[in-house]
C-alpha cells in the first residue's frame, strides 16, 4: 500500500476530495465534504511525516503555501476563522487541514471533526466553480 499523498491516483484520496493544484511547496485539495464551505487540505510535495523533517527552504514555502491558502478561502467566501489543524496518526504525510468556520454555523466555537457524519455534497459544477476561484485566487 502506498501513501494517501504520494500516489498519482489514490482511490481513497480521490473519494473524499479533489486536486486543485500544486503550489510552491504543497498541492492543495478541495475537500467534498463542504459542510464548512471551502474545506481544503495542503498535502506537502514530499514525503515527509513531521513539519520539523522539513530543510529551512521547504518550510518557509511550505507554511507560506498555508498562508496563501488561508487567505484566499477567507476571501473567497468571508469565513469568520479558518482552523487549521495538523493530525497524521493514520495517514503519516504532513498535511494541514484548512477548515473555514463561519459564526452561527457548523461546528464554531469548537474543534472540527475530520469525517463528518452528515456531509454536504455540492453538484460537479459547484465543486469546479469552486476550483476555478480557488485557481484563479492563487495564481496556480
Not at 482511490?11 to 465534504?33: N, Q, S
Not at 518557509?60 to 498562508?67: H, P
Request: charged share 25%; glycine share 10%.
Amino acid at each position: 500500500m502506498g501513501c494517501f499523498y504520494c500516489d498519482e491516483h489514490s482511490e481513497a484520496r480521490e473519494a473524499i476530495m479533489m486536486k486543485v493544484g500544486d503550489m510552491k511547496a504543497g498541492t492543495l485539495y478541495l475537500f467534498k465534504d463542504q459542510a464548512h464551505k471551502g474545506r481544503c487540505v495542503l498535502a506537502l510535495g514530499s514525503h515527509k511525516k513531521e513539519l520539523f523533517e522539513c530543510d529551512e527552504q521547504e518550510r518557509n514555502d511550505f507554511m507560506a503555501d498555508v498562508a496563501a491558502a488561508t487567505k484566499a478561502i477567507k476571501k473567497l467566501w468571508g469565513c469568520t476563522k479558518m482552523n487549521i489543524g495538523s493530525f497524521g496518526d493514520t495517514n503519516p504525510h504532513l498535511h494541514f487541514h484548512l477548515v473555514p468556520k463561519y459564526e452561527g454555523g457548523f461546528e464554531f466555537g469548537g474543534g472540527f471533526v475530520i469525517t463528518n457524519p452528515e456531509p454536504v455534497h455540492l453538484k460537479d459544477e459547484e465543486y469546479q466553480e469552486m476550483i476555478t476561484a480557488l485557481k484563479g485566487e492563487l495564481g496556480i
